[in-house]
Nanobody
Framework: QVQVAESGGGLVQVGGSLRLSCDVS????????VGWFRQAQGKEREFVAM????????TYADSVKGRFTISRSNINNIVSLQMSSLKPEDTAVYYC?????????????WGQGTQVTVSS
């Protein structure tokens, strides 16, 4: 079983930056990939970014490419999402998740989410 816990959300102005962190623990078999998803109010949850645990594969949603960067610390099991050039449409609850495979549909361990609000 894998546990994930997000932190780092908050209020930021348009064009600003914010860094989210995800503490990942549990069985290595269940965390072959770690990713970030988001859900804006009234909308369905959408994929943002994911990476293999080894760090050799990364995928981003088109809407965040060039602005967001996913990475994992070599020291601990913290997976970060560095967000820059934030837009109002980035406002959402951001969820960290883990998957036993590098496939978006396989994410099955979810955190509680952290709110990101981008003000104009």
């Amino acid at each position: 079983q894998v546990q994930v816990a997000e932190s780092g959300g908050g209020l930021v102005q348009v064009g600003g930056s914010l860094r989210l962190s995800c503490d990942v623990s549990g069985r290595a078999r269940g965390r072959a990939a770690v990713g970030w998803f988001r859900q804006a109010q009234g909308k369905e949850r959408e994929f943002v970014a994911m990476m293999s645990w080894r760090g050799d594969r990364k995928t981003y949603a088109d809407s965040v490419k060039g602005r967001f960067t996913i990475s994992r610390s070599n020291i601990n099991n913290i997976v970060s999402l560095q967000m820059s050039s934030l837009k109002p449409e980035d406002t959402a609850v951001y969820y960290c998740a883990a998957s036993p495979a590098f496939r978006i549909v396989d994410f099955d361990s979810w955190g509680q989410g952290t709110q990101v609000t981008v003000s104009s």
